[in-house]
T-cell receptor, first 113, second 114 residues
């Protein structure tokens, strides 16, 4: 059982609000990731981090930002939510040396009205 | 562009039927290959993975997958499915030099009729 947590699990919010999606892992993994997933579609990597103070944009352009101040914490922030941000956001982590096996959190389903 | 293709979007089977889900990728060179599964209401979790060695890989719950390099394929199989196998299955590929960036397919939804 992977120890990776995401809060909130569900969020419905109005346009223009600032939101932060939380992701924490207790496994001491160096690498962490954020994916965006729409129903019936592939997961798209939007941000990743190889360690503290390291963040990179992923393959899918996103208006969100991330930070990695602590190993266990990798929050994702949207400064001004829009309906186009409605999606499921999945956080994952992987340990160095385990050949990229990723452990996923339960996801946050975001709806922007 | 790099891609992972899962041609079956939704598969419906009866219990005890045999299963094969297709996965093809578009990279040359060394790759790491994964199948992930997401049961209803649960986290996405690793089903099996291939890094090197025997191209026939066995995973949890009786699943296996075969890496065929010449066909750029990594199909998932199970000889006899159960109702509890109802889930969404994702194939994923990581190019060995791509520093942990994994590309996922669009997923196959498997429904098992009891």
């Amino acid at each position: 059982e992977a120890d990776i947590y995401q809060t909130p699990r569900y969020l419905v919010i109005g346009t223009g609000k600032k939101i932060t999606l939380e992701c924490s892992q207790t496994m001491g993994h160096d690498k962490m990731y954020w994916y965006q997933q729409d129903p019936g579609m592939e997961l798209h990597l939007i941000h990743y981090s190889y360690g503290v103070n390291s963040t990179e944009k992923g393959d899918l352009s996103s208006e969100s930002t991330v930070s990695r101040i602590r190993t266990e914490h990798f929050p994702l922030t949207l400064e001004s939510a829009r309906p186009s941000h409605t999606s499921q956001y999945l956080c994952a982590s992987s340990p160095s040396g385990e050949m990229d096996t990723q452990y996923f959190g339960p996801g946050t389903r975001l709806t922007v009205l | 562009a790099q891609s992972v293709s899962q041609h079956n979007h939704h598969v419906i089977l009866s219990e005890a039927a045999s299963l094969e889900l297709g996965c093809n990728y578009s990279y040359g060179g060394t790759v790491n290959l994964f199948w992930y599964v997401q049961y209803p209401g649960q986290h996405l979790q690793l089903l099996l993975k291939y890094f090197s060695g025997d191209p026939l890989v066995k995973g949890i719950k009786g699943f296996e997958a075969e890496f065929i390099k010449s066909k750029f394929s990594f199909n998932l199989r199970k000889p006899s499915v159960q109702w509890s196998d109802t889930a969404e299955y994702f194939c994923a590929v990581n190019r060995y030099s791509s520093a942990s960036k994994i590309i996922f397919g669009s997923g196959t939804r498997l429904s098992i009729r009891p």
